[in-house]
């Protein structure tokens, strides 16, 4: 049923399934002998295994077939580990997080491994991770760190990989058609607190990049605090997404003769992709605060 382990002089173990029947268990030894410290055995049925059982080892790894994954699964037993495999086409940043679906004696945690099963990270359960990762197959083990016998529940794991962009063009942003101009020094997009930036990504050979990491930072003069706001692009290499600045505070006003007085603030604009700030074709906008009609 299976044959050739690892063969590492870590602690060996596998999975299969079975039915009812007697079986039996060959050991060998990989390479050479030592009478001197024997070797422990333990076997253990389970019948709460999750669908993707079994999986216990690099060459039975379930893999996760697209960019974007999620995957629940259970630690049934105190020798279970679930691996999935999970390819990397293009360089990027890879996001993941690995939930406790609700456990109150299981702790869970996930190895990080290469494609020879040589181990990169631990990282533990209820936390975002990102890693920059270059193209290549990894495997992610799964396991209890502390097994509290709760057979039944389920963890999941999920992430993605984002590419990296090198600038951004942006389309549009506000509720203008185009850049308000007259204002102060020059045309901006108009944003209010919860306004919507378009625009396409691109590397820095000019083609457009499909699923890459993008974040907006906004430099608000309330409190002069960076705010950011993230997304990614789609398959066309285009953007949307959606600000959480609040209002302005006014810094600036303009008279629509026998309408308002509008009140704003140019604040600066910069993007960055995985965490790395690239260019732009624009650098602020125009932050709306309030306004006071002529009556």
């Known amino acids: 049923m299976i044959d050739g382990m690892a063969g590492t002089r870590d602690v060996e173990h596998f999975a299969r399934m079975v039915e009812a029947g007697v079986y039996f268990v060959v050991v060998n030894g990989y390479s050479g002998c030592d009478a001197d410290h024997p070797y422990s055995l333990g076997v253990v049925l389970s019948t709460y295994y999750d669908e993707h059982e079994a999986d216990d080892r690099l060459q039975d790894a379930y893999v996760l077939s697209s960019m974007d994954y999620s995957v629940t699964g259970t630690i049934d037993n105190q020798f279970d580990v679930d691996i999935q495999q999970y390819s990397v086409t293009k360089a990027g940043r890879m996001y993941f997080t690995l939930r406790n679906n609700g456990s109150n004696g299981n702790i869970y945690a996930i190895e990080l491994m290469d494609s020879y099963g040589n ?25 209890c760190s502390t097994y509290g016998s709760d057979y039944s529940s389920t963890y999941t794991l999920s992430g993605e990989t984002r590419s990296g962009a090198a600038r951004v063009e942006v389309t549009h942003a506000g509720d ?56 990614k692009t789609d398959s066309q290499g285009k953007f949307r997404i ?22 704003y603030d140019i604040v600066p604009v910069s993007f960055e992709s995985n965490g790395k700030r690239i260019s732009a074709d624009i650098d602020h906008f125009y932050h709306f605060a309030y306004q006071r009609k002529i009556n």
């Open 242 to 263: 959606q600000l959480n600045i609040g209002d302005g505070v006014g810094q600036y006003s303009y008279y629509a003769s026998g309408i308002s007085w509008n009140f």
């Open 119 to 143: 181990s990169l990270a631990t990282l533990n359960q209820n936390k975002k991770y990102n890693v920059d990762l270059p193209q290549g197959i990894y495997f992610f083990k799964v396991f």
């Open 176 to 231: 203008a058609a185009h850049p308000i101009q007259d204002y102060k020094d020059d045309p901006y997009w108009r944003v209010y607190s919860n306004s919507y930036v378009d625009g396409i990504a691109y590397d820095s050979n000019g083609y457009i990049v499909p699923n890459a990491d993008i974040s907006i930072v906004v430099r608000i003069v309330d409190g002069d605090q960076d705010v950011y706001a993230n997304g």
